[in-house]
């Protein structure tokens, strides 16, 4: 399975910014957006089961990021609303091993996105 991250950008601190995740090929698996700052550890940011059931938020962007999916169309979705400059990151998406449960551990997620570049300005 590949996967495709878009929709990174350079917005204002207070902005929106929409990431869409294309996978090659259905991922009946959770899949999850992870970032990782300039200087910083590499941390879960949002993860949604195969079916939508059930999301976790990683506490800074609880109330304002959305994890969606579209299995249709093999795709997640990041909404991203209030923008803060410590957004700023490479945000990659993953699917990974788990269907039920979305897991919050890198190890679980076995393919990886290529990233797309969040900067947030203030």
């Known amino acids: 399975v590949q996967l495709q991250a878009s929709g990174g950008g350079l917005v204002q601190a207070g902005g929106s910014l929409r990431l869409s995740c294309i996978a090659s090929a259905f991922s009946s698996y959770a899949m999850g957006w992870f970032r990782q700052a300039p200087g910083k550890e590499h941390e879960i940011v949002a993860a949604?089961?195969?079916?939508?059931?059930?999301?976790y938020y990683a506490e800074p962007v609880k109330g304002r990021f959305t994890i969606s999916r579209d299995n249709a169309k093999n795709t997640v979705y990041l909404q991203m609303n209030s923008l803060k400059p410590d957004d700023t990151a490479v945000y990659y998406c993953a699917t990974g091993t788990t269907r039920w449960i979305p897991s919050t551990r890198r190890e679980d997620y076995y393919y990886w996105g290529q990233g797309t570049l969040v900067t947030v300005s203030s």
């Open positions: 949604i089961n195969w079916d939508s059931s059930n999301t």
